[in-house]
């Protein structure tokens, strides 16, 4: 069978059409028909396809087939004859926003940066292309993306004409073509020219702002992710609210938001210092309580304790003060910020703690090590913990 007349290229901004089914067919397990003339775009060249209805019966996919085929997949089956097709045209502008968009941006690359596009991705959220530069600094995304909305709002005509290969071949294209034959070459009016089977805008100024979001390196190229028209507005229209959120949130301007952030982080930072320090005159408070809980073993005095409301460094603090008085053991384990355990005997005594907390650990998954005197572990579950202090305190004995 012929190719399929392709609507769109006669006439992008056509959303409605009368054709005429000419075969009815099973693609990918789904109902599909090939028309003799379509407005649904297939999948080609970056851009997705088209979505809408053949006959009231929603379309779900469209592709193209080697020869100029286009088969559209059905929810349901289609008869032969006449049909009355509609293109869901929201989505089909917003691709044609997007398409010219890329086109302008890319060409703003080549001019600003000497940077050619290598490929693009038309997604239903996000659009990127790929630009051969190794790094991309802000200022240059700025100069590019600046040149390119002087193009949108200089709103210069977009045209799109078939030539011959060999005229082709002549014509300063940004974008060599891919095909053979005959070949549609898209102007971007005294500014950009692409071989392009993708549909486009009449002029620049309908793609609306363009706005390049971010960009990551990637195989030594730039991905640059950008949005054009509504969907810029919608993304501006989103941070702005967000920046307006934030500011009332603390109560200033959205212009003063970066200064009340660092007054903010001063503040957070005073207090988890005062903080600290009141738990450490707090800690010398208590220490002389803990020492007296210490329990009389043999020659030596132990405490054995899960300590609440306490972290690892200050479990440390409490082992190495109370271990200042000759004859104690500490024994102590913390939750937070995970559960750890700080094992600390006085210089007289002839333990190795190193030993006593790997061995006590060891059955529970957990690890330690450190030096005679004082040693540390962690890596057990914290309701083990009362458990592993008191196996330790056994074989003390
Ligand atoms: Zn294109």
Same mark, same amino acid.
């Given at each position: 069978?012929?190719?399929?007349?392709?609507?769109?290229?006669?006439?992008?901004?056509?959303?409605?059409?009368?054709?005429?089914?000419?075969?009815?067919?099973?693609?990918?397990?789904?109902?599909?028909?090939?028309?003799?003339?379509?407005?649904?775009?297939?999948?080609?060249?970056?851009?997705?396809?088209?979505?809408?209805?053949?006959?009231?019966?929603?379309?779900?996919?469209?592709?193209?087939?080697?020869?100029?085929?286009?088969?559209?997949?059905?929810?349901?089956?289609?008869?032969?004859?006449?049909?009355?097709?509609?293109?869901?045209?929201?989505?089909?502008?917003?691709?044609?926003?997007?398409?010219?968009?890329?086109?302008?941006?890319?060409?703003?690359?080549?001019?600003?940066?000497?940077?050619?596009?290598?490929?693009?991705?038309? $997604?239903?959220?996000?659009?990127?292309?790929?630009?051969?530069?190794?790094?991309?600094?802000?200022?240059?995304?700025?100069?590019?993306?600046?040149?390119?909305?002087?193009?949108?709002?200089?709103?210069?005509?977009?045209?799109?004409?078939?030539?011959?290969?060999?005229?082709?071949?002549?014509?300063?294209?940004?974008?060599?073509?891919?095909?053979? $034959?005959?070949?549609?070459?898209?102007?971007?009016?005294?500014?950009?020219?692409?071989?392009?089977?993708?549909?486009?805008?009449?002029?620049?100024?309908?793609?609306?702002?363009?706005?390049?979001?971010?960009?990551?390196?990637?195989?030594?190229?730039?991905?640059?992710?950008?949005?054009? $028209?509504?969907?810029?507005?919608?993304?501006?229209?989103?941070?702005?609210?967000?920046?307006? #959120?934030?500011?009332?949130?603390?109560?200033?301007?959205?212009?003063?938001?970066?200064?009340?952030?660092?007054?903010?982080?001063?503040? #957070?930072?005073?207090?988890?210092?005062?903080?600290?320090?009141?738990?450490?005159?707090?800690?010398?408070?208590?220490?002389?309580?803990?020492?007296?809980?210490?329990?009389?073993?043999?020659?030596?005095?132990?405490?054995?304790?899960?300590?609440?409301?306490?972290?690892?460094?200050?479990?440390?603090?409490?082992?190495?003060?109370?271990?200042?008085?000759?004859?104690?053991?500490?024994?102590?384990?913390?939750?937070?910020?995970?559960?750890?355990?700080?094992?600390?005997?006085?210089?007289?005594?002839?333990?190795?703690?190193?030993?006593?907390?790997?061995?006590?650990?060891?059955?529970?998954?957990?690890?330690?090590?450190?030096?005679?005197?004082?040693?540390?572990?962690?890596?057990?579950?914290?309701?083990?913990?009362?458990?592993?202090?008191?196996?330790?305190? #056994?074989?003390?004995?």
């Amino acid at each position: 069978m012929s190719a399929t007349e392709r609507l769109f290229w006669q006439d992008p901004y056509q959303r409605h059409f009368r054709a005429w089914v000419m075969e009815t067919l099973t693609f990918k397990g789904q109902p599909a028909a090939v028309l003799d003339r379509t407005c649904f775009y297939p999948t080609s060249g970056g851009q997705p396809h088209d979505l809408g209805t053949l006959g009231g019966i929603p379309v779900v996919e469209v592709l193209e087939e080697e020869g100029g085929k286009i088969i559209h997949l059905l929810e349901r089956p289609l008869m032969l004859g006449p049909v009355e097709g509609e293109i869901d045209w929201s989505r089909r502008f917003d691709h044609m926003q997007q398409h010219t968009g890329q086109h302008i941006l890319s060409q703003a690359f080549e001019r600003e940066l000497n940077a050619a596009t290598t490929s693009f991705h038309l $997604g239903s959220e996000v659009v990127t292309i790929d630009v051969a530069i190794p790094t991309l600094s802000p200022k240059e995304a700025a100069r590019v993306e600046a040149l390119a909305n002087r193009i949108v709002i200089e709103d210069r005509p977009v045209h799109a004409k078939e030539y011959d290969e060999e005229e082709a071949s002549s014509l300063p294209l940004r974008k060599a073509p891919v095909v053979h $034959g005959r070949i549609r070459i898209v102007e971007v009016e005294g500014f950009d020219l692409s071989a392009c089977g993708g549909t486009h805008v009449r002029r620049t100024g309908e793609v609306g702002p363009i706005h390049i979001r971010r960009w990551e390196r990637r195989r030594g190229q730039v991905r640059v992710e950008f949005l054009c $028209g509504w969907r810029a507005l919608e993304d501006y229209a989103k941070r702005d609210r967000l920046l307006q #959120e934030a500011a009332n949130q603390l109560s200033v301007g959205t212009e003063e938001l970066s200064e009340a952030i660092q007054r903010l982080q001063k503040a #957070e930072q005073l207090a988890r210092r005062t903080a600290e320090s009141l738990r450490k005159r707090l800690l010398d408070y208590e220490l002389p309580q803990l020492l007296a809980e210490a329990e009389p073993l043999g020659e030596m005095r132990v405490l054995c304790r899960l300590l609440e409301g306490y972290d690892a460094g200050n479990m440390r603090y409490i082992a190495q003060n109370l271990t200042q008085t000759p004859g104690i053991v500490a024994l102590l384990a913390v939750t937070e910020p995970s559960p750890q355990l700080c094992f600390a005997r006085s210089e007289n005594l002839p333990l190795d703690m190193s030993q006593l907390l790997r061995q006590v650990v060891a059955p529970y998954g957990g690890r330690g090590g450190g030096r005679p005197h004082v040693a540390q572990g962690g890596g057990v579950a914290p309701e083990d913990l009362e458990e592993i202090l008191q196996k330790a305190k #056994e074989l003390l004995r």
